[in-house]
């Protein structure tokens, strides 16, 4: 296991910003960042970064924590798994207490898969470099094709032996189970033993955006072989081909900082062009693409340039693209090559100067991209113009942004000659043929039969107290060590047994008068986790005087660690819309400390008086008191003084 001393040193040193800003466009707003959310479909910015906190929000699906918590929600790591992410990442040593055998079997099946690939990598990529077979042939290869040796290593390209099992045989000699290797596809198991699947093959590795290696891609050099050209590593754990991308991470930073992608077929495209310098380019591994690769690529921008063979087999592949990426609302443009010229023997023969030329000069909108090649087939055969414009208009209703929709319908009116009020009505046509979305609406009987979900403050009854226990946790969060003056309220009797208030002016320290007032009340959360959090912060006011927030958002416990982040960065959640720019101004809660606490603890306890109240009501129904029995009416009588001096003083707080 790793050491706490290690833990703590990730913590201290990694930065918030700096790792989420390696999977997700940041821009400042203020002393923050913002993006487009990682974890749902979104247009307007709903993902801040806190810097000064340390810790994440995503207002659109409501995820947040700190920065272990951001690597195990986008990249499905575990707690162990993320902090050496990190530490590898700051160049920090990790340091290890004993595993026993029992717990080095109980390692997680995903990190095996992860671990074994890392080796098979690091294995293809020596066999490459130092075996006579792969020196001769997978180098060479690489070197015909214009890679240069920096540039193989770097994308950590490698060779797979020709003999049947003989990665195999190494692997399990290095103490990688059979079992592991069988599940990441690197060896195939039959009746008649193992067998490498990449045998002969030179290889791609495949990363996701973290940087690990997720599977292969090999190519078979042999002329002769009767095998598919290329193969790639099958369906895991790990590895699901249409939700990867060749080349994302090495891109990713550039496709952020450029705001634009380029989007290839193949492996050597991508290697080509980066060699050259055009470094925000990736593929969809020479699968079709997929809603799932561009939402990735959008994770990072919202621009696509999809490059593509100048063949007929090219030109289809980029029609199938464009609805797709368009779908997402993203802006796409086309750029084909000469014919007989693909992306990589392109870069390959041409200056970075000249490829960003041909690649600003000759992209085109989609629109007059499928207009010049649909035209191209249907001539002057006015029937087969009539399906080119419908075929456009179907691309155009896939755009989800009606502004943009309009504005390609007005250009294409003008590029077909069509009038717009033609294409407006087949736009509305093709918009009338999609289904509206049924609204499930479930009965109470349905409701009640759901199981609970004890982590999910949102799924419980909306009980205000939950809301009141919540604004205690972040006034403690906030505002716990500073001093405030508090007008407080003292209830006694008076000779005729009547309740009377007197106040009182007094300076205390906010975590003070809360503990005080909630310790006199008795009184226990309705919310777990809001009392685990109260619990913990009152325990390190009284120990340690201050509450220091980058230990606090170190929880192991997911559900804690949210309930942080929804708390820190909830008063935060408007620089996300600029209210400044529209003469909007929010008030800050720490110029009005006092106020706060006192309207939430009086509302607090008014509403457990309520309860007090209906509870005592309900006792009397169900015992069915006669009506000479008075002490449970006087007692109710008291509660409902006490509720009206309480109201009365929040009506008062200034």
């Known amino acids: 296991m ?27 707003s203020g002393s923050n960042f913002k993006g487009l959310s990682p974890f749902s479909q979104e247009r307007t910015p709903s993902f801040m970064v806190s810097p000064v906190k ?37 160049n920090i040593e990790i340091e290890e207490t004993q595993q026993s055998d029992v717990e080095k079997e109980k390692m997680n099946l995903r990190e095996s898969l992860y671990l074994v690939n890392q080796y098979a990598q690091e294995q293809f990529s020596k066999d490459l470099w130092e075996s006579t077979e792969g020196m001769a042939i997978g180098l060479s290869y690489f070197r015909e094709r214009g890679f240069t040796d920096e540039i193989i290593r770097f994308f950590g390209l490698g060779y797979a ?92 930073k550039t496709i952020a900082k450029e705001d634009v992608c380029y989007l290839v077929e193949g492996y050597t495209d ?3 062009l980066y060699q050259k310098g ?107 113009k009539a399906t080119t414009v419908r075929e456009i208009v179907q691309s155009i209703a896939k755009i989800p942004d009606a502004i943009k929709q309009e504005i390609y319908l007005r250009e294409c009116a003008a590029q077909m000659e069509v009038s717009e009020e033609v294409l407006f009505n087949a736009l509305a046509q093709e918009k009338s043929k999609k289904s509206a979305p049924v609204r499930k609406i479930e009965s109470p009987k349905t409701k009640q039969e759901l199981p609970a979900q004890s982590h999910n403050i949102k799924s419980q009854p909306q009980n205000p107290l939950v809301n009141l226990e919540k604004q205690i946790v972040s006034i403690l969060l906030h505002y716990g060590n500073e001093e405030a003056f508090f007008d407080e309220v003292l209830v006694s009797s008076d000779a005729d047994g009547n309740l009377v208030e007197e106040s009182k002016i007094v ?23 809001f009392q685990k959090l109260y619990n913990q912060l009152i325990h390190t006011f009284q120990s340690e005087g201050k509450v220091l927030l980058e230990k606090m958002i170190q929880q192991e416990d997911t559900a804690l660690g949210q309930l942080l982040t929804d708390i820190l960065l909830e008063d935060e959640e408007h620089q996300l819309h600029d209210w400044e720019k529209k003469n909007i101004f929010v008030k800050e809660r720490k110029s009005v400390v006092g106020q706060l606490v006192s309207e939430t603890i009086l509302t607090f306890r008014r509403h457990l008086v309520d309860q007090k109240i209906q509870n005592l009501v309900t006792v009397a129904q169900k015992k069915k008191l006669p009506d000479g029995e008075t002490e449970l009416l006087e007692e109710v009588m008291q509660y409902q003084n006490l509720k009206k001096l309480l109201s009365k003083k929040l009506n008062r707080v200034l």
């Open 2 to 28: 790793i050491t706490r001393s290690t833990i703590d040193q990730v913590y201290e040193t990694a930065r918030v910003e700096e790792v989420i800003g390696d999977f997700v466009a940041l821009k400042k």
């Open 54 to 90: 340390q810790i994440w929000k995503d207002f659109s699906s409501g995820k947040g924590g700190n920065v272990v918590a951001f690597l195990m929600e986008h990249e499905h790591f575990t707690y162990p798994e993320a902090i050496r992410f990190l530490a590898k990442k700051y």
């Open 161 to 252: 032996a020709e003999q049947p099992s003989y990665f195999s045989k190494k692997a399990q000699k290095a103490g990688y189970a059979e079992d592991h290797l069988v599940e990441t596809g690197l060896v195939i198991k039959n009746d008649r033993g193992t067998v490498d699947r990449f045998r002969g093959r030179v290889l791609f590795p495949i990363r996701s955006m973290a940087g690990r290696v997720q599977g292969f891609g090999g190519r078979i050099l042999s002329a002769t072989a009767k095998t598919a050209k290329y193969l790639n590593s099958p369906e895991s754990d790990i590895y699901h081909k249409s939700q990867v991308l060749y080349g994302i991470y090495e891109a990713k």
């Open 270 to 272: 991508v290697i080509q």
């Open 278 to 384: 055009v470094e925000n380019v990736v593929s969809s591994s020479g699968t079709a693409l997929t809603p799932e690769q561009i939402r990735l690529i959008r994770r990072l921008t919202s621009n696509v340039v999809v490059l593509f063979d100048g063949d007929a087999a090219g030109l289809r592949a980029a029609l199938r693209g464009i609805d797709l990426i368009l779908q997402e609302g993203m802006n796409v443009r086309i750029c084909s090559f000469p014919e007989g010229e693909d992306p990589d023997s392109f870069a390959k023969s041409h200056s970075l100067e000249e490829i960003q030329t041909y690649l600003t000069e000759q992209a085109k909108d989609f629109i007059q991209f499928k207009t010049d090649l649909l035209l191209q087939e249907s001539a002057s055969d006015p029937v087969k």
């Open 507 to 529: 300076q205390s320290k906010v975590h003070e008068k809360v503990f005080l007032d909630l310790q006199q009340d008795e009184v226990e959360m309705i919310q777990p986790e």
